[in-house]
């Protein structure tokens, strides 16, 4: 785990359940997405939980599901 400076306060972070990806490739394609999106300066992939997290600012939730999306991966809502 990295810590965030206090500066850093204005990021956010939203974690994200796609149960569809299974190995490297799937990291990558929704990465590659993900990170295309306006705000968006880290993505995680944990491929055990199935989880994205997705750090940046001002961050577009309905954006971030499109990415994932057009990626060729269904969100599943919390
Ligand atoms: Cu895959």
Redesign the pocket.
């Known amino acids: 785990m990295t810590e965030l400076p206090k500066e850093a306060t204005m990021n956010q972070t939203i974690t994200y359940s796609v149960p569809g990806?299974?190995?490297?490739?799937?990291r990558t394609a929704i990465t590659a997405e993900v990170t295309a999106v306006p705000g968006v300066e880290t993505v995680e992939v944990d491929l055990d939980t199935k989880l994205v997290a997705i750090g940046g600012e001002r961050l577009d939730d309905a954006a971030l599901v499109a990415a994932i999306d057009e990626a060729g991966y269904d969100v599943v809502p919390a």
Request: proline content about 0%.
């Open positions: 990806m299974s190995c490297g490739h799937c």
